[in-house]
């Protein structure tokens, strides 16, 4: 049986990431809601697919290299999903984001996101910084992380301006 050798999941552009500063100013999003037990998500594959047929259906999307999925944990018990759209979507949240954010490019296992966290917090404090909150862009899908052979992480730093 020949292996499937399709990749739905745009490759990173990693230097666009790498430590760098974001301005945004009413960044378009839809916000859904995944259930998890001690931030382990429970319905996170039915809750991507089903948004992003809504996006599509909408014809919202924006282009797959552009394309952001941030994941925000308020809680042990629910997840917040942000996806970047073109457009307010009917029966969604619509939400935007702006201020002033760092990213950081990391690459491994999702376990490793304490320890992400603290990198980044040794880097934001030599830079006199300090997040006010994170949000993870998770690059790949499990099987686009394996054919890359990178399971890429970019941490997202809300400051303050």
Request: net charge neutral.
């Amino acid at each position: 049986m020949a292996e499937n050798t399709e990749i739905c999941c745009a490759p990173l552009d990693i230097e666009r990431y790498r430590n760098k500063e974001h301005v945004w100013k009413n960044k378009p999003f839809v916000r859904a809601y995944v259930k998890q037990i001690f931030h382990i998500p429970l319905n996170m594959g039915k809750v991507i697919t089903d948004t992003f047929a809504k996006i599509t259906e909408a014809q919202a999307e924006t282009q797959i290299e552009d394309f952001l999925m941030l994941a925000y944990d308020p809680s042990p018990w629910k997840s917040e999903l942000y996806f970047t759209v073109m457009k307010n979507i009917p029966d969604m949240e619509n939400v935007t984001l702006s201020g002033k954010y760092i990213s950081k490019v990391f690459d491994g296992p999702y376990n490793a996101v304490p320890q992400w966290i603290a990198e980044f917090d040794e880097y934001l404090n030599k830079k006199n910084l300090k997040a006010l909150k994170y949000y993870f862009h998770y690059a790949y899908c499990p099987k686009c992380a394996k054919k890359y052979g990178h399971n890429y992480v970019v941490a997202f730093a809300q400051i303050e301006e």
